[in-house]
T-cell receptor, first 114, second 113 residues
Framework: SAVISQKPSRDICQRGTSLTIQCQVD?????MFWYRQQPGQSLTLIAT?????????ESGFVIDKFPISRPNLTFSTLTVSNMSPEDSSIYLC???????????FGPGTRLTVL | DAKTTQPPSMDCAEGRAANLPCNHS???????VYWYRQIHSQGPQYIIH???NNETNEMASLIITEDRKSSTLILPHATLRDTAVYYC??????????????FGTGTRLTIIP
């Protein structure tokens, strides 16, 4: 399985600011995803990060609020923009390789917005 | 919406086999059953997956009924470290469409000493 790291692991931010979360994989992968897990809830897919093109967003998530970059096959960023306390969640990236049919998850970024 | 139904919680004695059920009555022929677990807000950990045959790896066994409408994840000798939320997920096979994972509410498994 791939080794996935996320930065930062946690942060406390003020409302109205933005935070960029990084996801780094130790090998090239075809698919990268970003999920959100609100307190006490299950995981919800935000978007699929596409290499070389715009991310594909799920219903209820928009690019202006959650801009995503994926400059290459091992790295992606998710920005949480103009944050409010409702954005307090764990944000997780996951990856899937070309020759596998299994997604692996990073450790997550715990965000608290005051 | 998640395509699976799981009991919200279960207890199991340490050292015994933990059997976690999952119903997926609307599963399609090209959809796999995946199991993940999440320990105390860490990133979900992949456990096992299968299409129609039973599967076993170093972590668990997956038993899928012949009609594929339900499955059971078996942890053969549960330890305290197996306490987690277990998610049963149905996902289309690679190359057949949107291969995203849709998480339901899962089963909170508590291993009792």
């Amino acid at each position: 399985s791939a080794v996935i790291s996320q930065k930062p692991s946690r942060d406390i931010c003020q409302r109205g600011t933005s935070l960029t979360i990084q996801c780094q994989v130790d090998s090239q992968v075809t698919m990268m995803f970003w999920y959100r897990q609100q307190p006490g809830q299950s995981l919800t897919l935000i978007a699929t990060a596409n290499q070389g093109s715009e991310a594909t967003y799920e219903s209820g998530f928009v690019i202006d609020k959650f801009p995503i970059s994926r400059p290459n096959l091992t790295f992606s960023t998710l920005t949480v923009s103009n944050m409010s306390p409702e954005d307090s969640s764990i944000y997780l990236c996951s990856v899937e390789g070309k020759n596998t049919d299994t997604q692996y998850f990073g450790p997550g970024t715990r965000l608290t917005v005051l | 919406d998640a395509k699976t139904t799981q009991p919200p919680s279960m207890d199991c004695a340490e050292g015994r086999a933990a059997n976690l059920p999952c119903n997926h009555s609307t599963i399609s022929g090209n959809e796999y059953v995946y199991w993940y677990r999440q320990i105390h807000s860490q990133g979900p950990q992949y456990i096992i997956h299968g299409l129609k045959n039973n599967e076993t790896n170093e972590m668990a066994s997956l038993i899928i009924t012949e009609d594929r409408k339900s499955s059971t994840l078996i942890l053969p000798h549960a330890t305290l470290r197996d306490t987690a939320v277990y998610y049963c997920i149905v996902r289309v096979a690679k190359g057949f469409g949107n291969e995203k994972l849709t998480f339901g509410t899962g089963t909170r498994l508590t291993i009792i000493p």
